[in-house]
């Protein structure tokens, strides 16, 4: 039954590093920006939301306020950090140093506000309950399944529906092209970047609710994300989301064989398989050599 409760655990983690990770995809994907922040995004919702918590806010009011901090987080990050990189024509490593430096900015910000060390939400939805023996699972188990599978069904519609949904997708596959139609790719390169970054509120909020963050936390999503993106093929949501649900698994999985300490060192063993046997990735396009 162990097994069985390591597959469940691994399956509500990879739900959470799903959403997270089809965030930087889609930022990846549309604009080309190695959104390194993305942890950053996800830790600040998360400590928004435990904020609005402690201070006795209406659950859903703290939900909000995490989603809107995310994107706002996210819409900056574009607007005052990448934007003029690239209209001086910075090249990948200057993208990548600032925003790591801004990473840095804010997991040190957060220490000085709330304290080091792990903080949570102490929420009945967290408590297990026994539903065979020696099965335990907890509400917080379901809502991180349902809201996974939600978010991604109803950004897969925007994306394929929506006029704007649409033009998104165009810019993922030809920024010129929309110019030359008179489309905005700034308009659109801030929309991706507040789709993306407020995929990761959710998963911010359930990982307080369970595990708890820390100031630091931003990192591991940055790094699950990653490789999460490069496991499914640079460039597919779907090839994301799912290696995001595999890398979970794989996470908690191999604690069945292995110690605690191998838990995240699964996920790039399962990163460095795909990138020795299949470089592109699940849903990647092969290149011809």
């Known amino acids: 039954m162990i097994e069985l409760q390591l597959l469940l655990g691994g399956l509500q983690n990879g739900a959470l590093y799903a959403l997270t990770a089809a965030g930087f995809a889609l930022i990846f994907g549309a604009t080309k920006v190695f959104h390194v922040a993305h942890g950053a995004t996800f830790t600040l919702a998360g400590y928004v939301f435990i904020g609005a918590w402690n201070a006795g806010w209406h659950p859903a009011l703290g939900v909000l306020a995490a989603m809107a901090a995310a994107v706002a987080f996210g819409i900056a990050m574009e607007r005052l950090v990448y934007r003029p990189i690239g209209r001086h024509e910075g090249g990948f490593f200057t993208v990548f140093v600032a925003a790591f430096g801004v990473s840095i900015v804010v997991q040190n910000?957060?220490?000085?506000?709330?304290?080091?060390?792990?903080?949570?939400?102490?929420?009945?939805?967290?408590?297990?309950?026994?539903?065979?023996?020696?099965?335990?699972?907890?509400?917080?188990?379901?809502?991180?399944?349902?809201?996974?599978?939600?978010?991604?069904?109803?950004?897969?519609?925007?994306?394929?529906?929506?006029?704007?949904?649409?033009?998104?997708?165009?810019?993922?596959?030809?920024?010129?092209?929309?110019?030359?139609?008179?489309?905005?790719?700034?308009?659109?390169?801030?929309?991706?970047?507040?789709?993306?970054?407020?995929?990761?509120?959710?998963?911010?909020?359930?990982?307080?609710?369970?595990?708890?963050?820390?100031?630091?936390?931003?990192?591991?999503?940055?790094?699950?994300?990653?490789?999460?993106?490069?496991?499914?093929?640079?460039?597919?949501?779907?090839?994301?989301?799912?290696?995001g649900l595999l890398l979970g698994v794989a996470e908690s999985v191999v604690l069945v064989f292995l110690d605690t300490q191998w838990a995240e060192g699964a996920s790039f063993m399962v990163l460095f398989a795909f990138i020795l046997f299949r470089p592109s990735g699940m849903f990647g396009a092969a290149v011809a050599r």
């Open 109 to 243: 910000v957060i220490a000085m506000i709330a304290g080091r060390g792990f903080a949570n939400v102490d929420s009945p939805l967290a408590t297990a309950t026994e539903v065979m023996p020696d099965l335990f699972l907890a509400p917080v188990f379901w809502i991180s399944i349902v809201a996974a599978v939600a978010m991604f069904l109803a950004l897969t519609i925007f994306l394929s529906r929506h006029p704007a949904g649409v033009a998104l997708r165009a810019l993922a596959q030809n920024a010129d092209l929309l110019r030359a139609y008179g489309l905005s790719s700034g308009k659109l390169s801030v929309l991706a970047f507040a789709l993306g970054s407020v995929l990761a509120a959710p998963a911010a909020i359930l990982t307080a609710m369970t595990s708890g963050i820390n100031e630091a936390i931003g990192n591991h999503v940055m790094l699950i994300s990653m490789a999460a993106t490069i496991v499914g093929g640079v460039g597919s949501l779907r090839g994301a989301a799912l290696a």
